[in-house]
């Protein structure tokens, strides 16, 4: 059966993307499409990638920790594009920071996020009334949410 073509789909060497094996040949359309030999193998391969995508996940780190952490990247992404930072002192605040340029006031909440292993962006969903802008801090990457726009020429 190694040249055979079922459902207008090749299945010479089906091979898991896991672990290598072959993988078992079904009797429908859905099987013949599988990629992985059995659920475990998918699983692991999706950690696989997800760990990839996001080092910092793999260090045991509190949570608290990794919030502060990308709290102070973004102040400093803001600071480099020349606002004024101010970071709230209290962890129970509706946001984490105000930013000054001079004549506007900027709300922002920071979260962290991650990569899921197709790449998109995860992140916890925030009250959009209560911040201007939600900055979403994932491994080196910052992603505003709407856009800041950069003031020093």
Not at 27 to 45: A, D, G, M, S
Not at 47 to 55: A, D, G, L, Q, T
Not at 77 to 83: E, H, I, N, S
């Given at each position: 059966?190694?040249n055979?073509?079922?459902f207008?789909?090749?299945?010479?060497?089906?091979?898991?993307?896991?672990?290598?094996?072959?993988?078992?040949?079904g009797?429908?359309?859905?099987?013949?499409?599988?990629?992985?030999?059995?659920?475990?193998?998918?699983?692991?391969?999706y950690?696989?990638?997800?760990?990839?995508?996001?080092?910092l996940?793999?260090?045991?780190?509190?949570?608290?920790t990794?919030?502060?952490?990308?709290?102070?990247?973004?102040?400093?992404?803001?600071?480099?594009?020349?606002?004024?930072?101010?970071?709230?002192?209290?962890?129970?605040?509706?946001?984490?920071?105000?930013?000054?340029?001079?004549?506007?006031?900027?709300?922002?909440?920071?979260?962290?996020?991650?990569?899921?292993?197709?790449?998109?962006?995860?992140?916890?969903?925030?009250?959009?009334?209560?911040?201007?802008?939600?900055?979403?801090?994932?491994?080196?990457?910052?992603?505003?949410?709407?856009?800041?726009?950069?003031?020093?020429?």
């Open positions: 059966m190694s055979d073509v079922v207008g789909i090749s299945i010479e060497n089906k091979k898991c993307l896991n672990c290598g094996n072959n993988i078992p040949i009797k429908n359309k859905k099987q013949l499409k599988r990629t992985f030999c059995k659920k475990e193998c998918r699983r692991e391969y950690i696989k990638k997800y760990r990839e995508e996001n080092p996940r793999k260090k045991i780190l509190p949570t608290g990794v919030g502060s952490i990308s709290l102070y990247k973004v102040a400093i992404d803001l600071l480099k594009k020349g606002y004024y930072v101010f970071i709230s002192a209290s962890n129970n605040a509706p946001f984490d920071m105000v930013l000054f340029n001079g004549k506007d006031i900027k709300r922002i909440e920071v979260t962290t996020g991650c990569r899921t292993p197709k790449g998109k962006i995860y992140y916890p969903i925030h009250d959009k009334n209560k911040s201007d802008h939600i900055a979403v801090a994932v491994n080196e990457l910052i992603y505003y949410f709407p856009e800041i726009d950069k003031i020093i020429p």
